[in-house]
């Protein structure tokens, strides 16, 4: 017979009045307020909150950083507890990734991967990683995407902008364990390694092929879009038999018509991607691919597009780092130029306006001023099929919609980048939207 195993909740310790007096004595004695450290009251609120929030987290996974932000708590540096929780998340999404299979996540993405790129990644691409692969659902992608920005800006891990109180803390430290450390994968998701194993095997029947549409179709956009990248690289792969090639196919016709912008746009950076490395049979079964999904008439414009969407990926990424204010001139005055020389295609106005339009509107708290001439002059430009695009945006989950939503100064940004456009540029469908923006 098995035994239930019988967890003992935590009970933390009373934090000791000598506690506080010890912080009150030593912050006098170094000749600093007290103020520079959570009050009393925020310090006894968090500690009251912390067993319930702990207990909700598996004991294996619990680690000694956790430890360390209990002992942060009970002083009062709420900027260093919060570092210590997010890099506990940090850790745990990383083995997640591990779990998944390292292997298996270069024949997602198509690109190189090992544990040493893992351990490399940045926080905002160990997060965007985690969604494509599904274990992180949309709505936990962009919980801890915003808490990576309360980290980088409230912690101890940068120079800080001010301090948390218990409240946040309580809701930063449930993100955490929500999202990263009590989290197991999407239960609508699709296993990526069974599905994959399931292509390159034997020819699909009826019945299966419509088992794995039916569970595409469920996913989330970001596993779905993934997974048909993968069909292409599969398809493309030289190893593959034929019986593979054709359960690509299947797959990917019963989709293709609904496509997104965005896949359609990895698929044509790929191609262009084995142009560039004159990998000729690659190139040969890519199009094969297109022709097969009735999208042939996709790749005219291959090479204008990748330099466009190359462009605008570099900026987004560097908009996204820490030191951004300082790094997004040279990658926003590269856009600029090739802007200014090529037609932006329908496949890549997505990528341009999204990474122009959340540059420009910015984070909570600013944006880089050096850049702002070059986003500008892109706005100015924007057609009325680009300027329809800024609402797609903001009708999505996207940084851009959640950023506008949740801070006052990123809807006046949004307002006055809207007042640069020209409204004879407002198509109609839209003019109503923009109207109550621009109020």
């Known amino acids: 017979m098995n035994s239930l195993i019988t967890i003992t909740p935590i009970q933390l310790p009373s934090v000791a009045s000598s506690s506080a007096n010890f912080v009150d004595q030593l912050t006098k004695a170094l000749g600093f307020p007290r103020e520079i450290l959570a009050s009393d009251s925020d ?41 210590y929780a997010w890099n506990s998340a940090m850790i745990e999404l990383r083995r997640k ?150 359960n690509a196919v299947a797959v990917g016709k019963a989709f293709g018509p609904a496509f997104t912008a965005k896949t359609k746009s990895e698929l044509i950076e790929r191609h262009f991607g084995y142009i560039s490395k004159n990998d000729n049979g690659r190139i040969s079964a890519s199009r094969g691919f297109f022709k097969s999904l009735g999208m042939l008439d996709l790749l005219g414009d291959s090479e204008k597009h990748s330099m466009i969407v190359n462009a605008a990926k570099k900026l987004v990424t560097v908009h996204q780092a820490f030191n951004n204010f300082y790094n997004e001139p040279p990658f926003a005055q590269r856009l600029l130029e090739i802007t200014s020389q090529l037609t932006v295609p329908a496949t890549a106005r997505e990528e341009y306006v999204n990474s122009v339009v959340m540059c420009l509107v910015g984070s909570p708290y600013g944006k880089s001023d050096a850049a702002v001439p070059a986003y500008t002059s892109m706005v100015k430009r924007f057609t009325p099929a680009v300027v329809e695009v800024i609402f797609q945006l903001l009708k999505k989950p996207t940084t851009i919609s959640t950023r506008v939503v949740a801070y006052s100064r990123c809807r006046k940004a949004l307002k006055d980048l809207l007042m640069q456009i020209d409204p004879a540029s407002v198509p109609t469908v839209v003019k109503s939207e923009y109207e109550k923006f621009i109020k």
């Open 43 to 83: 310090i006894a609120k968090s500690w009251t909150q912390l067993p319930e929030l702990l207990n909700s987290i598996p004991p294996e996974r619990r680690d000694p950083l956790l430890a360390r932000m209990c002992i942060a708590v009970s002083v009062g540096l709420l900027d260093s507890a919060i570092n």
């Open 97 to 246: 990734v591990r779990e998944f299979g390292v292997a298996v996540v270069s024949e997602i993405t198509d690109d190189p991967f090992s544990e040493k790129i893992l351990s490399e990644l940045q926080d905002s691409e160990l997060l965007r990683l985690c969604l494509t692969l599904n274990l992180l659902t949309e709505d936990g992608y962009f919980k801890l995407d915003q808490s990576r920005d309360v980290r980088n800006n409230f912690s101890a891990a940068h120079p800080t902008i001010g301090q948390l109180n218990s409240y946040e803390f309580a809701a930063f430290l449930s993100r955490c364990i929500e999202h990263a450390l009590n989290n197991s994968a999407n239960p609508k998701g699709v296993d990526a390694k069974t599905f994959i194993s399931a292509v390159r095997g034997s020819r699909f029947n009826e019945a299966v092929l419509q088992h794995w549409i039916v569970a595409l179709s469920a996913t989330h956009e970001a596993q779905r879009e993934s997974l048909m990248l993968t069909l292409h690289g599969i398809y493309c792969d030289s190893t593959i038999g034929e019986e593979g090639r054709l």
